[in-house]
């Protein structure tokens, strides 16, 4: 691709980009949120139509007038936001669109048998074909669209942030089958703002800033530093901010309590509190049940046992609303936003009723204070009324955020806050959220990156198989010590 252009309303989303990709190779996107990577790779897609550039495929200038187009020659796609559709089966997922679904296929049972063939591939043969895909976790959607990817012949298999949804082990698996693809010569453009990972499986590099690229074909293992410095053009140095001291929460009131709490075959028996101003993080695998305790403590998961919010008794959502809880769920597009809405709308959503006078809703000061939030987190475009659909992913995850410092609450369940966010955002937000536990909120925490609970939370609660196998101060544990929990357990 070259001199790529792509101008949207009041955004030049891409402003002369460039990239190279050879048969066989691992190419990383790299970019802060906003930078233009899932705009260049809808271009690529023939989902969206470049305004300047050419595309060369092979060496022969091609163009992309559709997704169609794209995929007859090769071009497969995994985008961000996955594109699959709820009510039908897994296997009418993978197949969708192709020409097998009319043509090839006699019968249900051989799409079922093909399906489950991709999907064993991809090391999840456990996912039966005939589910509807509504039904499947986030990471099993993740997979469903990735044996939809495989489903066609390409020659180069383009993946938007694929391992977002996805857990330690399962992102071994989808690195199992991207260096299959590669050793049989297909090109993989892989876009994640985990670092480690493109040092895992990246050959070589390109770094896009503002629409523009400023590096090409850096080696997979350029320093962290030198390739954040070149996504932000500064560096990034404190990742974490700074924590009270051990067992300064001592003494401070219970926001929450937790006995018992369990959901027959999903978890089991768990008990913990959060205190005031504590951050209390859940580790564990996606799956373990980590997200399914969040839903309970919010009163939107039947459950049995005891969730107290400053001692009285969480019974449903609006109950918990009402004393105070906040959620901030994993799939930020299905539970957290309105997409057709304002930016600013998305911000003040939790706190509308403050800005009702007499009937009219109060726009000047909506708009104020989402326009100070906006700020604060480094939403981009900073434009509030912009429908939160145009925004790129990481900066929806920022806004849904934002909507818990207009809208304080007692206590905030964070499912995955970072997912998606570049790393200097990142930063930004652990601020924020450190912030608001420093004024007295409580957090309960859910991350599948060991990292960020250890360096954000006080206290970690390690989840396995809906037990709670472990808990202390964040302090007194590491990576290995949480990997080693959180698997087996083995090396105690
Ligand atoms: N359909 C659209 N209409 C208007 N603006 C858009 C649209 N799609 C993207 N943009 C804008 O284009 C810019 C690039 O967005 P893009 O989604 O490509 O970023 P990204 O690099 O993928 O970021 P992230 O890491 O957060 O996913 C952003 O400013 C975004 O708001
Ligand atoms: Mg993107």
Redesign the pocket.
């Known amino acids: 691709m070259s001199g790529i252009v792509k101008q ?4 030049r ?1 891409l402003d002369g980009v460039d990239l190279e990709v050879l048969p066989g190779e691992v190419h990383c996107l790299l ?10 790779i809808k271009t690529l897609a023939g989902a969206h139509q470049p305004d300047a550039g050419v595309i060369r495929l092979g060496g022969r200038e091609v163009r992309l007038t559709g997704p169609v187009a794209a995929i007859r020659l090769g071009i497969s796609t995994i985008y ?1 936001e996955l594109d699959l559709v709820d009510g039908l089966s897994v296997a009418d997922n993978i197949f969708l669109g192709h020409e097998k679904a009319r043509f090839g296929f006699t019968r249900t049972a051989e799409a079922h048998r093909a399906a489950s063939g991709l999907l064993t591939r991809l090391g999840h043969g456990e996912i039966p074909p005939a589910t509807e895909v509504g039904a499947l976790p986030p990471a099993g959607k993740q997979v469903v669209s990735m044996a939809r990817a495989l489903s066609h012949d390409a020659r180069l298999i383009v993946m ?2 694929p391992s977002a949804a996805l857990a330690h082990d399962e992102v071994d698996n989808l690195f199992r089958t991207v260096r299959e693809l590669t050793a049989q010569g297909v090109a993989v453009v892989y ?1 994640s ?1 985990r670092l480690e990972e493109i040092r895992e499986i990246g050959d070589r590099v390109t770094v ?1 800033k503002d ?1 523009r690229t400023v590096a090409v074909g850096l080696p997979a293992d350029t320093p962290t530093r030198e390739i954040v410095s070149l996504m932000t053009g500064r560096d990034v140095e404190h990742v974490f901010p700074a924590r009270r001291d051990p067992g300064s929460h001592e003494g401070r009131a219970e926001v929450l309590r937790v006995e018992g709490l369990t959901v027959p075959g999903v978890f089991e028996d768990i008990s913990f509190a959060v205190r005031e101003g504590e951050i209390v993080g859940l580790a564990g695998l996606v799956g373990s049940g980590r997200s399914e305790i969040l839903e309970a403590v919010y009163g939107a998961r039947k459950a049995s046992g005891k969730v107290l919010v400053d001692g009285k008794p969480v019974r449903g959502v609006s109950s918990a609303v009402r004393l105070g809880l906040g959620l901030a769920p994993e799939e930020r597009k299905a539970q957290a936003l309105l997409l057709e809405e304002s930016v600013a709308r998305n911000i003040t959503l939790g706190g509308l009723a403050r800005y009702a006078r007499l009937g009219w809703l109060d726009r000047g000061s909506e708009l104020a204070d989402a326009g100070r939030q906006i700020d604060e987190l480094g939403i ?2 900073a434009d509030p009324g ?1 429908p939160i ?7 929806q995850q920022k806004a849904v955020l934002a909507r818990w410092l207009v809208d304080r609450r007692r206590l905030l369940l964070l499912d995955e806050p970072t997912r ?3 790393v200097g955002a990142r930063a930004d937000l652990y601020a924020v959220i450190r912030r608001l536990a420093d004024e007295g909120i409580g957090v309960l925490l859910v991350s599948s990156e060991i990292p960020e609970v250890l360096g954000l939370a006080d206290r970690v609660l390690v989840i396995r198989d809906g037990r709670n196998v472990h808990e202390s101060d964040a302090r007194e544990l590491d990576e290995h010590r949480v990997l080693d929990l959180i698997m087996e357990g083995s090396a105690l």
């Open positions: 949207f309303p009041g955004v989303a970019g802060q949120n906003g930078a233009g990577k899932s705009t260049l961000q938007d942030e876009i703002h896009l629409g981009r475009p912009r659909r145009t925004l790129s992913g990481g900066n998606g966010v570049d």
